[in-house]
């Protein structure tokens, strides 16, 4: 019977590593390419199809590889994130087209506001945008187009920007009650409780955690690493400031461009409201081509045109400027879902369980290293990560006595950590790709590694909540 159990496990961990090898092979050549500057999407998404198809040639069952491949890309996941983008894209562009980042600078220069002072507004905007919207992705998009120009106009650096607008949407999608974050980290971890005590009857149910709940639980740990977050924004900032002869330039006639805040506005109210994230979208599209046409800060010309049989203007742009991110999306959440395959979970499964847990406190850091893992390893899309690890953690969780309201704090923080900071991780790479597609450069994928404040901040206060917990209840 030993040596059947032994066996089996031997069968079970040779697929296992054919399963996670294609994924390994695209995050290890993705790491070696963010850290020698050669980040380019074309590249990582060339990288990403050799690596499914050499998984395809060491695969146990190419029926069922093949099922998992299309699986993941035909996701609602895939699916859901593309369109954003996509949308986010167009309307991204239009407010590029709007001169709302010269609208900006002109704002900073009339009121003769120390233009320093601006990063930690991009922040603090960022971070009110992703609440609000729930949307990380979305914030990164936005913003990149709109505030990063127009920081960088005014002399800011380019690395303290990027990471400023990484961080305000590292923190929406920590504490926002609409993010994907949210949702997944308090629907899936769950408590048994007794409903038989009444009747004596032996009555069991699970309960997943609420969400408004789970929200108010890590507020504090979240407004912490905000403020600490902020101040460091504002010390770096005033440190590293320079004057810029280009913000002067644009302080002249670009009032009008502040017109399209209203758009900005309108879309962020609307997602207080809780409307659907695309209809949100749309109607601010909508009202920025209404206000841009109405005050001549751009043509239907410019809008949308076909010359000499190619079609172009900022719609057609502002779609092509994200077609690349969203292939790449695509091919690597389909590695994402062939490396979280039941072959690959149950092989980490029993190593979690091998391990000698006795106290609460080590089965808190067990669960935040797991998550932090999980973020590093599938840093292209936290929701998948967020995901991957969640059944994990409330199994886990549930077996060493930690509360699910505590499970759900520390899922949905520690999430919010790497995947916001590591330059082969999506949000980086969009925000690159965001900051090209408003026409700038100068910004590399490592240069955020030591600016985004609020994910290292927040990874911190996690762990020293784990670490200094005041009971260390020790576990039969």
Known sequence: MYISQNNTFAYSATKAVRTFLPFCLFVTIAIISSFLKVVNINLLIVIGVFSILLGALIAHDGNRYWREIFGGMGSSTAMTATLLWLVVGIYGKLLVEGHLAEGLVWAI??????????????????????ISTGSGFGTICAMSMVLYPASVMLGNSPALTGGAILSGAALGDSISMVSDTAVIAATTQTETRDEGRETREVITSERSVDIGTSVKAR?????LS?????VLYTLACNLSYTPSVEAAYHSDGGALGLLMLIPTALVVLLSMRG???????????ILSVVL??????????????????????????????MTGICILLMVVVALSKLAISEDGMDIIGRGVNSLGVRSSRQSELLLFFMTATAGILIATV????????????NTIGQRHHIPALRRTTLLATTICTFPFVLPYGGCVILLLQSV???GCSGLHATD?????????????????????????QTHS
């Open 109 to 130: 220069s009339s009121l003769h506001i120390n233009a320093a002072l601006f990063v930690p507004l991009v922040f603090i905007f960022s971070g009110i945008f992703a």
């Open 219 to 223: 507020l504090p740990l979240v407004a």
């Open 226 to 230: 905000a403020a600490i977050a902020l």
């Open 275 to 285: 409307t659907n994230m695309f209809v949100t979208l749309f109607a601010g599209i």
């Open 292 to 321: 841009g046409l109405s005050f001549g800060l751009f043509t239907p010309y410019s809008l949308l045109h076909v010359r000499d049989g190619v079609a172009g203007g900022a719609i057609v742009d502002g779609v092509g400027g």
């Open 382 to 393: 936290n929701t998948i990560a967020n995901i991957c690890v969640a059944p994990l953690v």
């Open 436 to 438: 090209e597609t408003a």
């Open 448 to 472: 955020v590694l030591t600016t985004a404040f609020y994910p290292m901040a927040l990874f911190i206060i996690i762990l020293l909540s784990c670490l200094y917990e005041k009971t260390d």
